[in-house]
């Protein structure tokens, strides 16, 4: 592109030359042959008109008195009746330029020049002309080498820039060139590059949340199963395969609900459950594992208790709660259940030694762990929550205390029993 922009460039220049550089010169050479002429005419009615004043005078008249008067190029022949022929210079080769005139007393003048002269005045014009036209040209590629550049330069960087988008690379670059179609592109590739950007973050975030929510749901359908292979009795098999079942439903439920929250968090299938029943199937869940490792889990609080949300999202953030206190947490873990206004809280609290101080409310934001873990436990807590219409809050640092606040719906007892609103 940068040899075409040259090549186009001083292409123009060199027909815009050819085109007023010849007219200039055929110009030019007729203005100077006209000036030749009409220096040569007058030079021959001067020399009449001395001439004259010398006949008048009858003053003799030689080539001398006339040569002092005389152009050193030029020859002059003039003829007086009854008298030779007087020569005033050394007549001139080759082709010339003669002007003849008659004098009042009869004479005749005819001065001659040499058109060499001429020729001499257009060569020396043409030599001004052809260095213009030189230094028009040489103009005209620096200009063109600039040009060329200017566009070029920035073709190329943009090229990259698709290239490294194409890599794998989405940051943009917000290089702008001053010319605005260039600046168009530069803008649509820096738009493509933060769409990417964004895409990648969330194609990364879903693989990192997927492996987090998965791995428990999976530790637990493991132990299950170990559970069957070790057991010869029939109704152990039947209910750690049912048990194992059910998990497996859950796990298709975080799987979906992953799935459903990447595309959009608002997304959700609310309904009203009863809290009791989340709470139960969690620390079922998770008892083997406290059991394992010499700790108790258990509930207390207000009882049948309904929420309006996503029974599946609701024991996601209560297993990330829980697995939290396992891993970084001591003592008893306690799952208590509240009112307060209009809303159902869930706290989970252990009796380890909290949270950090330099973490304080950041225990929310990814990558943030008080300990060798990932870090993204708490932050798909507190999105899933958020999704599902509530909110999970770290209510006390010591002994930690985290609440999940879930909306509640007034519920009606069975035949029989009096309505009442749970408070």
Do not use: C
Not at 65 to 77: E, K, M, T
Not at 128 to 148: E, H, N, P, S, T
Not at 271 to 291: G, K, N, S
Not at 311 to 318: E, F, H, S, T, Y
């Amino acid at each position: 592109m940068r040899r075409r922009l040259i090549q186009s460039t001083l292409a123009v220049v060199l027909v815009v030359i050819a085109v007023f550089g010849v007219s200039l010169v055929i110009v030019e050479t007729r203005t100077i042959t006209a000036s030749a002429q009409e220096r040569v005419d007058s030079e021959a009615v001067r020399l009449a008109s001395i001439v004259d004043s010398r006949i008048l005078a009858a003053e003799k008249i030689t080539p001398e008195l006339l040569g002092d008067q005389f152009g050193a190029d030029q020859y002059a022949v003039i003829r007086i009746p009854d008298r030779a022929p007087i020569e005033v210079g050394d007549r001139p080769d080759g082709d010339v330029i003669e002007a003849t005139r008659t004098g009042e007393e009869g004479e005749t003048v005819t001065v001659q020049e040499p058109r060499s002269a001429v020729t001499r005045e257009v060569a020396r014009t043409l030599l001004i002309i052809g260095a213009v036209a030189l230094l028009a040209v040489i103009a005209a590629v620096l200009l063109a080498v600039r040009q060329a550049n200017r566009l070029a330069s920035p073709l190329t960087d943009l090229a990259e820039t698709a290239e490294r988008l194409g890599s794998g690379d989405p940051r943009p670059r917000h290089k702008r060139y001053g010319v605005p179609e260039l600046d168009r592109v530069a803008d649509v590739l820096d738009s493509s590059a933060e769409r990417i950007g964004r895409m990648l973050t969330a194609e990364r975030r879903l693989a990192a949340d997927a492996s987090h929510q998965l791995r428990t749901p999976l530790t637990a359908l493991s132990m299950r199963l170990e559970e069957i292979t070790l057991t010869d009795d029939p109704d152990t098999v039947k209910e750690e395969a049912t048990i194992a079942l059910a998990q497996v439903e859950r796990l298709t439920d975080v799987v979906q609900r992953l799935l459903t929250n990447s595309r959009d968090p608002r997304t959700g299938s609310a309904v009203t459950f009863d809290i009791d029943e989340v709470i139960q199937q969690q620390l079922a869940e998770w008892r083997p594992a406290y059991r394992s490792a010499g700790r108790a889990i258990v509930s207390s609080g207000k009882r049948h208790l309904h929420a309006v949300g996503t029974p599946g999202a609701v024991a996601q953030v209560l297993a990330a709660l829980i697995e939290n206190s396992l891993m970084h947490g001591g003592g008893t873990v306690a799952l208590r259940t509240r009112v307060t206004g209009n809303q159902a809280v869930i706290e989970v609290t252990d009796e380890g030694p909290g949270v950090p101080a330099d973490l304080g409310a950041r225990i929310f934001e990814r990558a943030i762990s008080g300990r060798n873990s990932t870090g993204i436990g708490l932050a798909v807590a507190r999105d899933l929550a958020e999704a599902d219409g509530g909110r999970l809050e770290m209510l006390q640092a010591t002994p930690p205390v985290f609440g999940l606040f879930l909306s509640r719906t007034p519920v009606r007892k069975d035949a029989g029993e009096e309505r009442r609103t749970v408070r």
